[in-house]
């Protein structure tokens, strides 16, 4: 009687940890779809004009230098 109730307990846990498991792998699934998303936002970002704080040429905000939280079109633009 208290075998079957140590093997009841067992199956319960086991039940519990496998449904536990299903519950952590949905949520590394929303993560990785959450990650991807954040890649997307960057490419986008990316593309983004920024106006060169000196000569207010416009540039792609991935080939902009960023200089003191200010985007520049070259270093020519640069301060000193
Ligand atoms: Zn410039």
Do not use: H, R
Request: aromatic letters at 12%; hydrophobic letters at 35%.
């Amino acid at each position: 009687m208290l075998l079957k109730l140590i093997i009841i307990g067992a199956v319960v846990f086991w039940i519990y940890k496998k449904f536990g498991g299903t519950l952590n792998w949905q949520k590394d699934t929303k993560e990785v779809k959450t990650k991807k998303q954040q890649d997307e936002d960057l490419m986008i970002d990316k593309d983004t004009l920024v106006e060169c704080e000196k000569c207010s040429t416009f540039v792609v905000k991935s080939e902009a230098i960023i200089y003191n939280g200010k985007y520049y079109c070259s270093k020519e633009c640069l301060p000193n």
